[in-house]
């Protein structure tokens, strides 16, 4: 990618995301009160995040793997649900991936 092409792509990424928020600003505020797009947005954090987690747990590259990082996540779920703190959750899960790993080569 040469440096014009790149700087291309920068300014267009720029200008792309000053439209986005500002067709955001540009709602009627009586739209944005209603109740049903107060509990969507609500939602929307969630689920982009549980999307990201999907994708960087099951895939690599183009394929669908199941390796350490499934334990590692099973792991950090489980240490989640027990109310452990965050460093806990940070490094079991990474143990359990790590173990996995070593363990399968």
């Known amino acids: ?32 009160e209603q109740r049903w797009v107060a509990r969507v947005v609500d939602f929307v954090p969630a689920a982009l995040l549980a999307a990201l987690v999907a994708v960087q747990a099951f895939t690599s590259g183009q394929e669908l793997v199941v390796d350490g990082r499934l334990a590692g996540l099973a792991v950090a779920a489980v240490a989640l649900a027990l109310r ?16 996995v790993h070593v363990v399968t080569g």
Request: with cysteine; aromatic share 8%.
């Open 1 to 32: 990618m040469s440096g014009t092409t790149l700087w291309i792509a920068v300014i267009a990424g720029s200008v792309g995301c000053y439209l986005l928020k500002l067709a955001g600003l540009s709602v009627p505020a009586s739209w944005v």
């Open 84 to 99: 452990a703190p965050f460093i806990v959750v940070l490094v079991l899960a990474g143990a359990a991936g790590a173990l």
